[in-house]
Every structure is written in C-alpha cells, then in structure tokens.
C-alpha cells in the first residue's frame, strides 16, 4: 500500500525536478545564442567603422549591408530561442530590440555610404550620426540583456 502512494509521489518529484532542469537550460541556450551573433555583429560594426575611417565609402557600404543582414539575421535565431525564467524573457525582449536597432544602424551606415559615393556630403555625415545613435541604442540593450542572463 505505501509503494502505491510512493510510486505517483516519486513520479511528480521526478517531473518537477527535470522541468527545473530543463528551466536552466532555455536560458543557457538563450544566452549562447545571443552571445555568438553578439560576437558576429560586433566584429561587423568594427569593419565597418574601419572602413569609415579610412574614407572607403564602398567596403563601408558593403560591411553596413553585411552587418545589417547579420543583426536580423541575429534576430531571428533570438526570436526562435524561449526564455524559461522572467529575467529570461526580460532579456530575450532586450537582445531582440537591441538587434532590431543594430538592423536600422546598419541600414542608415550603408544609405550613409552610398550618399558619400554620390558626393552628398551633409546626408552622409546625418546618416551615419542616426546610424550610430541607432548602434549606441542597441549597444546599451544587448548589455542590459546579457547582465540579466549571467
């Protein structure tokens, strides 16, 4: 008779400990993806700010185009990703806005790039301030986002 009533009581214990397994888990996996397209995109804004400096409108325009691709791409694996704890959600919703303002800096950089080739200074330099203020916006989420997965 106690084995009966041992045997559901063990059961659920089982159940709930593998969901707390498992609760680690989404935000581990949450974390390494926005970990690995933050490595990816960062190293892209770097191209593209090296090539800014070194007054190469068209590679700038290309890497923009790359870096903009990347952060929706970057996007997208973060929006496929669940989150198993609130702070988790909290920062699957940061990393994804941060990824959408990175897809806008990449897109006004690259506008910025192609005005300069037509030799439309004064939009060039607009487009890429709004590019970076979009950047530095997407900076200060994704950082919010991985203090709350540490």
Same mark, same amino acid.
């Given at each position: 008779?106690?084995?009966?009533?041992?045997?559901?009581?063990?059961?659920?214990l089982l159940v709930v400990l593998a969901l707390a397994a498992t609760a680690g888990a989404s935000n581990a996996t949450l974390r390494t993806t926005i970990n690995r397209w933050s490595l990816k995109v960062?190293?892209?804004?770097?191209?593209?700010?090296?090539?800014?400096?070194?007054?190469?409108?068209? @590679?700038?325009?290309?890497?923009?185009? /790359?870096? *903009?691709?990347? %952060? +929706?791409?970057?996007?997208? !694996?973060?929006? &496929? =990703?669940?989150?198993?704890?609130?702070?988790?959600?909290?920062?699957?919703?940061?990393?994804?806005?941060?990824?959408?303002?990175?897809?806008?800096?990449?897109?006004?950089?690259?506008?910025?790039? @192609?005005?300069?080739?037509?030799?439309? /200074?004064? *939009?060039?330099? %607009? +487009?890429?301030?709004?590019? !970076?203020?979009? &950047? =530095?916006?997407?900076?200060?989420?994704?950082?919010?986002?991985?203090?709350?997965?540490?």
């Amino acid at each position: 008779m106690v084995v009966r009533r041992a045997a559901p009581l063990f059961t659920m214990l089982l159940v709930v400990l593998a969901l707390a397994a498992t609760a680690g888990a989404s935000n581990a996996t949450l974390r390494t993806t926005i970990n690995r397209w933050s490595l990816k995109v960062g190293a892209d804004a770097r191209a593209v700010a090296v090539d800014a400096q070194q007054h190469h409108p068209r @590679r700038m325009t290309s890497d923009a185009t /790359r870096f *903009r691709g990347d %952060a +929706l791409r970057a996007r997208a !694996a973060t929006a &496929a =990703r669940h989150a198993s704890t609130a702070k988790g959600a909290d920062a699957r919703r940061l990393a994804l806005g941060a990824f959408s303002a990175y897809a806008v800096a990449g897109s006004r950089w690259a506008a910025s790039g @192609r005005a300069r080739l037509a030799h439309h /200074r004064a *939009r060039a330099a %607009a +487009l890429a301030t709004a590019g !970076a203020r979009y &950047a =530095r916006r997407g900076n200060s989420l994704l950082v919010s986002a991985g203090k709350l997965l540490r």
